[in-house]
């Protein structure tokens, strides 16, 4: 956790050794389907809107000072910073599902209009979480398709101990939920009637995490007229609901708040210049407006 009692984070915080960024992710398309994860940062920030443009089919790396995110501390040497307090309201009801995230890198545009195997390149690699042997990958739409859409692939990729060649399980898409910033494989039942639900892409079993991806291959058991999407590297950073909202601005107040410190004894850690994105998934379509405003409390050490 880093602190070794509440006097000496009680201390840190008198010093001025923590920050508070307030923002607000709003819907801004017509319609979002419910129990899809969504990736906030394509919709409307927090900060600068964040689409993942970089080099096609290549590993982009990304930080905070690069892509924005949520602020937090600006890296800088010798310091340790951990998340304090995370809070989030709505001005609509709703039950919705938060996974916080640090995007440590991305692989874009890669097109899934047809059924081949595209190789990525690694010429630049990861520079941060290095020895993490957690990083996930996350497939999100970064354009509208078709909602009758449907494609399966797989993604061969390095391990978390370096082992290349190993392969995920088969990625089905989201049966209509196809709209930008949707995560490509998240609705609880995909276009094959069976069970998906996932906000990262399963991996082989008794793997925990990758280092890079070496190619995605699509294969024949969907309709290959899909569109581009981004895989990204993440460090998963948290995890917590809201469990009730109201349709007046003037109920902000009432929100739900997770002291890390004081509920769980343990503060999520902060990679220096880690790139913050909130990806959500909630229990009933949303309309454009509808809107959540959150509050994140990091302190440093």
Not at 143 to 158: G, H, K, L, P, R
Not at 178 to 207: C, E, H, M, W, Y
Not at 223 to 230: D, F, K, P, R
Not at 281 to 286: D, E, F, G, K
Request: glycine share 8%; with cysteine; charged share 10%.
């Amino acid at each position: 956790m880093g602190f070794a009692s509440i006097n000496e984070l009680i201390q840190a915080e008198n010093n001025g050794q923590t920050e508070y960024s307030a923002f607000i992710l709003r819907c801004i398309l017509a319609s979002y389907s419910s129990g899809v994860f969504y990736d906030s940062s394509i919709l409307s920030g927090p900060g600068p809107v964040f689409s993942y443009s970089g080099k096609q089919c290549a590993f982009n790396s990304a930080t905070m000072t690069q892509f924005g995110g949520i602020p937090h501390a600006l890296p800088k040497f010798g310091i340790n910073e951990y998340i304090r307090k995370f809070g989030i309201a709505a001005n609509f009801i709703c039950n919705a599902y938060i996974q916080m995230v640090d995007v440590v890198g991305f692989y874009s545009g890669i097109s899934l209009n047809a059924q081949a195997t595209i190789n990525m390149d690694n010429t630049d690699g990861l520079t941060r979480c290095l020895s993490d042997k957690n990083l996930q990958i996350i497939a999100i739409l970064q354009s509208d398709v078709d909602v009758n859409a449907n494609v399966c692939f797989t993604i061969n990729y390095t391990n978390q101990d370096g082992v290349s060649g190993c392969q995920s399980s088969l990625v089905k898409s989201n049966v209509g939920s196809t709209k930008r910033g949707q995560v490509f494989n998240s609705a609880a039942t995909n276009f094959a009637g069976s069970a998906g639900g996932n906000l990262f892409i399963p991996l082989q079993a008794g793997d925990s995490g990758v280092k890079s991806i070496q190619s995605l291959t699509i294969t024949p058991d969907g309709v290959t007229t899909y569109g581009n999407i981004t895989l990204a590297i993440v460090k998963p950073v948290l995890t917590t609901i809201i469990t009730h909202g109201s349709s007046n601005m003037s109920s902000y107040m009432v929100y739900t708040e997770v002291d890390f410190f004081k509920d769980h004894n343990v503060m999520p850690y902060i990679e220096p210049d880690a790139l913050l994105i909130p990806f959500i998934n909630q229990s009933i379509a949303t309309t454009a407006g509808n809107t959540f405003m959150c509050e994140l409390q990091t302190v440093w050490e």
